[in-house]
């Protein structure tokens, strides 16, 4: 718009040097007059923002680049305005998988230009670098990348087959001096490929329910066996602890019932002396005639009888 502006004022400053020219000496001056400003006008150029300026001089590209904003040059050199902002490119494309699947798949690139490598790119190649270096082997690395992998496995390994691909443009657009991003937005396959893969993730589905079903029945059958050998284990214990406490009761009666009969046995051995010796005592006295022996001791001394006689 500056620039236009600028353009504008020597056009109407020119006109109305002409037109004063004219009134005063004639066609001839008015026209010199023109021819100046028209000159002047060629050699201003515009490089915008974002831009590279690319002087070249009947064809020949300059090592100099032109900042942004309004630039001098001569009327015989041209400025070529190449951007070097992001810019973004989407397509769609066909490729094959590992198994012979086609795939269609669409990507975006979003690439930039380094502004020190604008002459060099524009000297070797053109403005339409991108269709040249970089769209050819964005295809040919998505390609490589897709026929590395099943079609089955793509939309689950999207972000690493991207990964991949701008791994390897990133290495090759680094030597011209550009920024490079490719995303894979979408794979598309054919009908008879989908049908195919929706009637396996269905049996795959069932396949897994009826696993699941057999496993849960698995899991309570085991659950009810060990249930029940807990049960037994405990049910055998409380028989084990109840006969030992038979046994104990048992034997407790018996050892009572031992020394019931021990003491009593030793009350009668008791009893028995006893009697014996009132026996004795009883025996000699009912064999007593009434007389009193003369002599009466043991092995020491005798026993005088004091009666008189």
């Not at 689950?156 to 990133?170: D, G, H, S, Y």
């Not at 396949?207 to 699941?212: E, I, N, S, V």
């Amino acid at each position: 718009m500056f620039l236009i502006f600028i353009l504008g004022i020597l056009v109407l400053i020119g006109g109305i040097i002409a037109g004063f020219c004219m009134e005063n000496h004639g066609w001839s001056v008015a026209g010199a007059v023109v021819c100046v400003i028209l000159v002047i006008v060629s050699c201003i150029s515009s490089v915008p923002t974002g831009y590279t300026g690319i002087l070249t001089t009947f064809g020949a590209v300059a090592d100099t680049t032109l900042p942004n904003g309004l630039n001098w040059h001569a009327p015989w050199q041209k400025v070529v305005a190449v951007s070097n902002k992001e810019q973004t490119f989407t397509e769609t494309n066909l490729a094959f998988s590992a198994d012979l699947q086609e795939v269609k798949y669409t990507y975006t690139v979003k690439y930039s230009l380094a502004a020190e490598n604008t002459p060099t790119i524009y000297r070797e190649i053109g403005s339409n670098y991108f269709n040249v270096l970089i769209k050819p082997q964005v295809n040919n690395a998505i390609k490589t990348q897709l026929g590395l992998s099943k079609a089955e496995l793509m939309t689950t390994q999207r972000v690493a087959i991207q990964n991949e691909i701008n791994n390897a443009m990133r290495s090759y657009a680094s030597v011209y001096g550009i920024s490079i991003q490719v995303f894979l937005d979408d794979f598309d396959f054919t009908d008879l490929y989908t049908d195919a893969i929706e009637a396996k993730q269905v049996a795959e589905q069932e396949a897994l329910r009826d696993k699941t079903q057999q496993q849960m029945e698995t899991e309570r059958a085991s659950q009810q066996a060990e249930r029940a050998r807990i049960q037994a284990e405990s049910a055998a214990e409380v028989a084990k602890i109840q006969a030992q406490s038979n046994y104990e009761v048992a034997q407790l009666e018996a050892d009572a019932i031992a020394y019931r009969g021990q003491k009593e046995a030793e009350a009668k051995a008791a009893m028995a002396e006893v009697m014996t010796d009132t026996l004795i005592d009883y025996e000699y006295a009912s064999r007593w005639d009434g007389v009193l022996p003369k002599y009466m001791g043991g092995d020491s001394a005798p026993i005088m009888d004091m009666r008189g006689e």
